[in-house]
Each structure stands twice: as C-alpha cells, then as structure tokens.
C-alpha cells in the first residue's frame, strides 16, 4: 500500500497513463473504458455522483484531471453549457486523444482542454462555478492534495461548488492493492479516509464538505467516496 508521506511525481504518472492510452492493445481498452461509451465500467455511477453538484447550463465547469474528456463530452452532451466546460491534465498525451474524441463527438468549441498540474491550475481567480474531480487524487501525495485543494478554492467563486470522488481507503479495498502489486496498475497513489479528505478541504478555505452516495461501481468492486465541498 502506497502511504501518504510518499513523494508521488504528478509529471511521471502524466507520463505512464499517457503511454497505456497510446499503445497497443492496451491503449484501445484504456480509450474505450475512458471514453464517454466505456464511463459505465469504472464511473458506473457517475451520472447520479454529478447530479450532486446541481450542474447548469449558466455554470462554468472544471473537469481536473480530465483525462481524454470523458466526463465532460457525457456533460457537454446532456447540458447546452453557455460558456465551454473546460478540462485541464497533466499529460499532454491525453490532452491531445481528449481533443479528438471531443471533435469525434461534434462538441468541437463546447468543451476546451488545457495541459497543467493540479497543484498550479493555469487559471485566473474565482473562474469557476463547479470543478469536478473523479479518480484523480489518489496520485496526489499529501502537500500536491493540499495545493490542489487551495488551487480549486482560487479558481472557484464564491459558493463554489467542488465535486470529487476517489477510491475509499478501508479494509474492503484490499482488491485493489492487490491487482496493483500484480499488474503493475496503477501509478503510484495514495487512498484517504473521509475525515482525512474533509480535513483538507477545510483547511484548503471550503466552508464545508457534504458526503454524496455513490452507489455500485462495476469495476473495480470496491469502496468508493464522493464529498461535495462549497467554497
């Protein structure tokens, strides 16, 4: 189990998962799971987790970690935004798929994709109205979460929302560790209890942080925890 107080490189797991989605056999599973068509695999949930957030079309939205856009294409499809729902992530390798499943689904000037870090948003202050977040913290290790979390406090307005869901450290999530010690999958990551990720978020500037019910996942079976935090 990878433990907190681990040094975890944003840039090099960027760079792994930029590489499984672009090779081989391997990267056309990793397109397909991560695609709007594939999202009921490892997000079964994700349109109940979303609904939470109260998403408009008046909103502006930030997808961190966006990955090749998943979320925001599924989004994008069901919410005529007024402004484009942006999506921001470390590999400029997903970046780029991201923006050609954008264009592959007609949503071409609906949905723009940035290259940047979780720990330095390439945004200007008080942006957003709603950032979401899926499966993206784990590879973030204590001070990245910190600087993460008070990144998303700036970009946020005032009464902001901020979404996350994550894989849920407890001792039901023993699967998971043991398919990483045997396949190699994930990246380096980190798993956090509630009280650990609501802590962050206090201190990050949220005003508080309500538990969302996330339902069954498919893949994989294990605890998942979703919180939504208001700026």
């Given amino acids: 189990m990878a433990g907190s107080r681990k040094r975890i490189d944003q840039d090099a797991v960027g760079r792994t998962y930029g ?17 709007r068509r594939g999202l009921w695999v490892i997000n ?9 957030a109260g998403i408009t079309a008046q909103d502006r939205v930030l997808d961190l970690g966006c990955g090749i856009g998943n979320i925001l294409v599924a989004l994008s499809e069901g ?40 720990t330095s948003l390439p945004f200007e202050d008080a942006r957003f109205d709603v950032v979401v977040t899926s499966h993206v913290i784990k590879h973030l290790d204590d001070n990245a979460l910190s600087r993460a979390f008070s990144e998303v406090a700036r970009v946020l307005r005032p009464s902001g929302r901020f979404l996350l869901w994550e894989f849920k450290k407890s001792p039901l999530s023993a699967p998971l560790f043991i398919s990483a010690r045997a396949t190699g999958l994930p990246p380096p990551f980190t798993l956090r209890t509630e009280d650990t990720l609501r802590s962050a978020l206090l201190a990050a500037g949220f005003t508080g942080a309500t538990r969302v019910a996330t339902g069954a996942f498919v893949l994989p079976p294990v605890p998942r925890l979703a919180l939504l935090a208001i700026r």
């Fill in 19 to 35: 590489e499984w989605f672009s090779r081989g056999l391997r990267g056309i599973g990793m397109r397909y799971v991560f695609s």
């Fill in 44 to 52: 079964t949930p994700y349109r109940r987790i979303l609904a939470a």
């Fill in 79 to 118: 919410i005529a935004f007024t402004h484009p729902a942006v999506g921001v992530d470390v590999s400029p390798s997903l970046i780029e798929l991201g923006r050609r499943e954008i264009q592959r689904a007609g949503l071409d000037g609906r949905i723009e994709l940035r290259v940047g870090a979780a």
